[in-house]
């Protein structure tokens, strides 16, 4: 999807989040913030409804005041709700973003009203931490991870996880590194890994030889990080 030229821009991240919204889907963004999302899919012509969902009052009055700036009232409705109790059957939602929080807070979302996911066909999620325990729960309630990309943006690491409901059975380095993440291995998965195995290194240096029980486990870590990365665990 090209970028925006007028009207709503979006950072780096929301971007490619936006990129797995398919053509002509109907939108619950969870969590919208300041409806930016959804504003620019709209805008876009990407999509043709949305509900931008919000917990907080003081985000909610801000999503409000923005759809209302941009004329699209009629097309987004912003409601102040607790995640998936934002739609009903009737609103007809077939894609739900969940962006921008932990993945065990997703995961409690997804729990909490997963009698209506019988009525959507696809998650784009993106978890800023705990993505194994998030992979963990879609794994155990009949999703299957279709798609997962990893962003940089503002020197921080994302990941992003599509799901549809299927059948997915994933290995300990599938929960912790993403089952297409570790197949695709691009420049940015190696270059978050790769900084995540240098902190490892340094702090096994700074635990004592008599500490064998935490040296052990930040060694295990390396391990698995240079496996993943196809890399000589000789030394550990």
């Not at 799901?163 to 912790?176: F, H, V, W």
């Not at 008599?210 to 665990?233: C, F, G, M, P, Y």
Request: with cysteine; proline share 3%; charged share 30%.
């Amino acid at each position: 999807m090209e970028d925006n030229k007028k009207g709503i821009s979006l950072s780096e991240r929301l971007q490619e989040i936006a990129g797995f919204v398919p053509q002509g889907a109907r939108l619950l963004d969870v969590g919208s913030d300041h409806a930016y999302l959804p504003l620019y899919l709209l805008e876009k012509g990407w999509i043709d409804y949305a509900i931008a969902g919000e917990v907080a009052k003081g985000p909610y009055s801000s999503a409000a005041e923005n759809v209302d700036q941009a004329g699209l009232s009629e097309r987004v409705d912003v409601r102040l709700a607790d995640g998936l109790a934002a739609f009903t059957a009737v609103d007809k939602i077939d894609v739900i973003t969940i962006c921008g929080m932990g993945g065990r807070l997703i995961a409690e979302i997804l729990e909490a009203g997963k009698a209506k996911l019988a009525l959507v066909e696809q998650l784009i999620l993106q978890p800023n931490n705990c993505e194994d325990e998030l992979r963990l729960w879609l794994m155990a309630n009949g999703f299957a991870i279709t798609a997962e990309k990893m962003v940089a943006d503002k020197q921080k690491y994302y990941e992003i996880l599509v799901a549809e409901k299927g059948q997915m059975t994933l290995s300990d380095l599938d929960l912790r590194f993403g089952p297409c993440l570790r197949q695709e291995l691009s420049a940015v998965f190696k270059a978050r890994w790769q900084k995540e195995l240098s902190k490892l290194e340094q702090a096994l240096m700074k635990i004592p030889e008599t500490n064998e029980q935490d040296r052990q486990a930040v060694k295990a870590k390396i391990s698995q990080i240079k496996e993943v990365l196809h890399e000589s665990t000789a030394d550990y």
